[in-house]
């Protein structure tokens, strides 16, 4: 399992943020770290997730989330990025060293 870091906008409402965290349960994979935040609209929220997966948990999380109408954009970032990790450890708090 790897560190993945998910940028998601999603619209502001509870039910959106409730199908979310419910896909999160069901999923393979490890939440580390959240963040629920306003996104650059008022109209959005932004969740920004700090998760262990393998690839098919990944992809299996991000094709459910792409399918919910409540979701306006899923962003994975690339862990190996310095900028990525610096942006990650300020958000979460999660160190900049990680285990594989």
């Known amino acids: 399992m790897r560190t993945h870091v998910l940028s998601i906008l999603l619209e502001r409402r509870p039910q959106a943020l409730q199908r979310v965290t419910g896909l999160l349960s069901r999923g393979n994979v490890d939440v580390e770290r959240w963040v629920l935040g306003m996104g650059d609209d008022k109209d959005e929220w932004q969740v920004v997730l700090a998760i262990r997966a393998d690839n098919t948990g ?11 109408l409540e979701v306006t954009t899923v962003t994975c970032c690339d862990w190996e990025d310095p900028e990525v990790r610096e942006w990650v450890s300020r958000v979460t708090g999660l160190p900049c060293e990680r285990e594989d």
């Open 58 to 68: 990944l992809n299996w999380l991000i094709q459910r989330l792409d399918r919910q």
